[in-house]
């Protein structure tokens, strides 16, 4: 006879294949998922997840933010997750009253060393440690550009809303700004807002891979968003989902969360080699990486910078010109 404790922990199990063509199988790990009707969520120790702010918990949704200006809410996970490779399936629901690009600013998804910390990055706090997966609604840095009379070029301009990751190890500023530019690790267009289907975001990490994929097309397909191998992310990291609105608003809801276990199949010297990960970190790329737009400057701008440049290159000819001959006399002196 099963127990309940024993129901309780029975993970759901099929078999696929990873990205390599290695054979996996995921458990659906029902600690760490989160889904109608929501029993999981309270107070007490004994509770799974545990909800901050202005989140609010219904029987259809767990509302992170309701559609009025400066909230923030978030749900988090008690329990630190030890699994060496997982995948997360997010179901959410983006709405509101406001036209394009009067709405915002977004809900993120983390695995974080830190948890139930009220901050401005999308309702959760800066300087994190770990992965953050950020659905953002509002172009900030376009908004401001446009008030400085600059534009994109079109390879560089983005469509809102975005999603974009990024890993911080406890040292680094997102740039609310410059929408996360500096930063992150890649991303792509997102049209979620207002929809009347179901929209869904995968996140799969495997063998130090992290795969970002979404169904929003009410299709029940999968497309691909970003894949970036080298990422290194401790274990015994916390989940959770947060949103934030500010002079303008949305309705973020999370409707479930769901983490699979994957199990792969790892030969000796791959066990040897996958050595425990203490800092979080990208393979190949610094975190810190300088971030500059010349691309994004206006045509006014690049001619002034010319003009100004020429100018600075003409002023030392002239100077070096009048060095010289005042030098070329005294030696002429010297002779006579």
């Not at 630190?80 to 915002?104: A, T």
């Not at 659905?135 to 008030?147: I, R």
């Not at 934030?244 to 080699?273: A, C, F, P, W």
């Not at 990960?277 to 006014?300: F, K, Q, W």
Request: aromatic content about 10%; overall charge negative; some cysteine.
């Amino acid at each position: 006879m099963i127990s309940g404790s024993s129901l309780i922990l029975f993970a759901v199990i099929s078999v696929s294949l990873c990205d390599d063509g290695h054979e996996m199988e995921e458990f659906l790990k029902r600690e760490y998922s989160l889904s109608k009707p929501y029993q999981g969520i309270g107070v007490s120790g004994s509770s799974h997840w545990e909800q901050m702010g202005d989140a609010l918990v219904t029987t259809d949704h767990v509302r992170l933010t309701p559609d009025q200006q400066s909230k923030q809410g978030a749900i988090w996970s008690r329990i630190p997750c030890h699994l060496r490779d997982w995948e997360l399936q997010v179901h959410f629901k983006i709405h509101g009253q406001g036209k394009k690009n009067l709405n915002g600013d977004g809900l993120a998804i983390w695995y974080t060393k830190e948890r139930m910390q009220k901050g401005p990055v999308f309702g959760n706090r800066d300087f994190f440690t770990g992965l953050g997966v950020f659905v953002d609604t509002y172009p900030n840095e376009e908004k401001l550009m446009e008030a400085q009379r600059k534009r994109y070029t079109p390879r560089t301009q983005r469509i809102f809303p975005y999603v974009l990751a990024m890993v911080g190890n406890g040292t680094i500023s997102y740039d609310h700004e410059r929408d996360g530019r500096p930063t992150e690790l890649g991303g792509c267009n997102a049209m979620v807002r207002n929809l009347k289907h179901d929209t869904f975001l995968f996140i799969r990490y495997v063998r130090r891979r992290l795969t970002i994929m979404l169904d929003i097309d009410g299709q029940h397909e999968w497309r691909d968003c970003l894949d970036v191998p080298g990422v290194r992310l401790p274990q015994g990291f916390y989940f959770g989902i947060s949103a934030i609105t500010g002079d303008l608003s949305d309705n973020h809801d999370l409707i479930s969360m769901k983490l699979y276990q994957l199990t792969i199949l790892r030969s000796k010297q791959e066990d040897v080699e996958e050595q425990e990960v203490l800092i979080p970190s990208v393979d190949n790329m610094e975190l810190l990486r300088p971030y500059t737009d010349a691309e994004g400057m206006s045509s006014i701008a690049i001619f002034f910078s010319v003009l100004f440049s020429m100018l600075g290159v003409f002023l030392l000819v002239v100077v070096g010109l009048v060095l010289y001959g005042h030098w070329s006399e005294s030696r002429r002196k010297r002779f006579y």
